[in-house]
């Protein structure tokens, strides 16, 4: 259990750089099996998720060495294809492995991935594109058998541009004969990410930032080198945390074209943003105006992810911001959290309205989910008094050093790990109620 003590109030003021994405790394990694011999990744964030991911790969018969923000990956002895449930679930984008198995040995065991409790999370739409490539699978008891079959390019629709499917597809086609056709498929620069990655392990793959990617071949190379780019959530993340405190903060080596969703918010709220080809400057004043109505959409629209974030900056708002969800059936798990803390915030189905309150209160919370658990701790920044979180470990799946990046911009708060804070949380708890 990690324990946040957070004491409200301070201006963020700094410059940091953004982290290596999660949800590219994630995919990337998976992409590793492809490759005869060794891969090199840089930029590489230290997160639970990523972990996972390493153990995977391990578990297949990879060798795996970190060295600082690199990680060297020797997929040349890969010897099995069969992912034991613990490792599974412990993030949603194991199920990429079955894509990537598909490709390298044409067979794949697994069992259904775990992952942040946002809703319902089917794999219809991985299952249907697998389907199309000729892969034989059956599913029993949460239990997936990809059984030995030849792979064929194939022309695949999909019905909703999802991004774990849009991957599993890109994966399994570098490894089926023929050309494949992906429609409908997700845009989100992870997908870009992982189309750049392929084509260094030698894939011939075109279209990544539209709705359709071709695929007409593999020729796999002996070794690669790739950079992960920049967290837009992180970035998102610590952009709503300035803001929503008041203050001024530079963001440098990342992509502020990724997140200029979140950006363009930011700025109406009253924030202002100086935007250069590789660094964004973000200065708030404290006190937003109101948005809206700020409507989740898959990229180039304004990312679910950072829906929990953008609430927690806009709890102190002038006026009334709307938001609509239309991603994830259960992405408002942060509410009851941020209304202990003071927040107005009215839950109506997919809406939810957010009437900006004069000053938000310190409580004692449980994080929910990662996105969710950030939204607390930034709504905490700028409460007054102080704010105890209670995580299960659903921060350090996504962010990296986020304790000490935040304490480099001023804010007073301390993390402990599980074993070194008895007692702090029940007297919290007794005395915020
Ligand atoms: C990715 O999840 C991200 N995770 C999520 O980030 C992100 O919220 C999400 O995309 C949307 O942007 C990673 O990249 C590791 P989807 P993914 O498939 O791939 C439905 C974070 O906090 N759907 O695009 O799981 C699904 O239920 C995480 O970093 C089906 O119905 O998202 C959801 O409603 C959380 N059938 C919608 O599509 C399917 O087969 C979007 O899911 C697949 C998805």
Redesign the pocket.
């Known amino acids: 259990m990690d324990i946040w003590r957070i004491r409200g109030g301070a201006r963020l003021e700094g410059e940091c750089s953004v982290q290596g994405s999660?949800?590219?790394s994630?995919?990337i990694l998976a992409a590793c099996l492809l490759c005869p011999g060794t891969v090199e990744l840089r930029r590489v964030p230290r997160l639970r998720?990523v972990d996972a991911a390493l153990q995977i790969l391990e578990h297949l018969g990879c060798r795996v060495r970190r060295e600082g923000d690199q990680v060297y990956i020797d997929a040349s002895g890969v010897n099995g294809c069969e992912i034991p449930p613990a490792l599974m679930e412990r993030?949603?984008?194991s199920?990429?492995f079955m894509g990537a198995l598909l490709a390298r040995c044409g067979r794949a065991r697994l069992s259904l991935p775990g992952?942040?409790r946002?809703?319902?999370?089917?794999?219809?739409?991985?299952?249907?594109a697998l389907r199309r490539l000729g892969a034989e699978i059956e599913e029993e008891d949460g239990e997936i058998r990809c059984r030995p079959s030849k792979l064929r390019g194939a022309s695949i629709r999909l019905p909703?541009?999802?991004?774990?499917?849009?991957?599993n597809a890109l994966l399994a086609a570098c490894g089926a004969e023929g050309e494949t056709l992906i429609r409908g498929a997700?845009r989100?620069p992870?997908i870009v990410a992982l189309q750049d990655f392929l084509r260094a392990l030698g894939a011939r793959v075109e279209g990544a930032g539209t709705a359709t990617l071709r695929v007409s071949g593999f020729s796999p190379r002996a070794s690669a080198r790739f950079r992960i780019p920049a967290d837009r959530?992180a970035a998102s993340t610590l952009l709503c945390a300035c803001a929503g405190c008041g203050g001024k903060l530079c963001l440098k080596d990342c992509d502020p074209g990724h997140f200029s969703t979140v950006l363009h918010f930011l700025n109406q709220a009253g924030c202002v943003i100086i935007q250069k080809h590789d660094r964004v400057t973000l200065s708030s004043a404290g006190r937003l105006r109101a948005v809206g109505p700020v409507v989740t959409a898959?990229?180039p629209g304004f990312?679910?992810?950072a829906q929990p974030l953008l609430m927690a900056a806009l709890l102190r708002a002038e006026g009334e911001s709307v938001f609509r969800e239309t991603?994830?059936?259960n992405?408002y798990r942060q509410v009851p959290a941020l209304r202990r803390l003071g927040g107005s915030v009215l839950l109506c189905g997919r809406e939810a309205r957010v009437r900006g309150v004069e000053r938000l209160r310190g409580a004692a919370l449980d994080a929910t989910?990662?996105?969710g658990g950030a939204a607390m701790i930034l709504a905490g920044l700028a409460a007054e008094g102080e704010t105890l979180l209670r995580d299960e470990g659903h921060l350090a799946?996504?962010y990296e050093n986020f304790d000490a990046c935040l304490r480099d911009l001023g804010a007073d708060l301390s993390l402990k790990h599980e074993g070194d804070c008895h007692g702090i949380f029940v007297q919290s708890t007794q005395n915020h109620g």
């Open positions: 999660k949800n590219a994630l995919p998720d993030m949603r984008s199920v990429i992952g942040c946002l809703g319902k999370r089917p794999i219809d739409l991985h299952l249907l909703f541009p999802s991004v774990g499917a849009t991957e997700a989100e992870e959530i898959p990229y990312p679910t992810d991603i994830f059936e992405r989910d990662l996105r799946r996504g």
